[in-house]
């Protein structure tokens, strides 16, 4: 059974940085797409990162330059190093995975999907 678990969330000042983690069991990152996705309180849910097996990663524009997506194949983890945090990224975080290439926009079209961890950032 597939399970995903975000960890790393916390509350930061605005400028500072946090990384979270997604340990993923029962799931092989090999030929897969891996998203990490927001939700603030009010708002839709937004699509911030995504990393595929072709090696294709693409952000969201309003955390482009600021947060890397990147995955560690040895110990299924999936990252988000988030950096220069502005209160607008205060969010709960939920990573994503499929069993294939495809990384749709949409969450609920992810196959796993984890329980979320949140992220406060104050001014």
């Known amino acids: 059974q597939v399970q995903l678990v975000e960890s790393g969330g916390g509350s930061v000042q605005a400028g500072g940085s946090l990384r979270l983690s997604c340990a993923a069991s029962?799931?092989?990152?090999?030929?897969?797409?891996m998203a990490w996705f927001r939700q603030a309180p009010g708002k839709e849910r937004e699509r911030v990162a995504i990393?595929?097996?072709?090696?294709?990663?693409e952000y969201a524009d309003s955390v482009k330059g600021r947060f890397t997506i990147s995955r560690d194949s040895a110990t299924n983890t999936l990252y988000l190093q988030m950096n220069d945090l502005k209160p607008e990224d205060t969010a709960m975080y939920y990573c994503?995975?499929?069993?294939?290439?495809?990384?749709?926009?949409?969450?609920?079209?992810?196959?796993?999907r984890g329980p979320g961890t949140q992220v406060t950032v104050s001014a």
């Open positions: 994503a995975a499929r069993g294939d290439s495809w990384c749709p926009i949409v969450f609920a079209a992810w196959t796993y």
């Open positions: 029962g799931y092989t990152f090999g030929s897969s797409c």
């Open positions: 990393m595929s097996r072709i090696s294709r990663i």
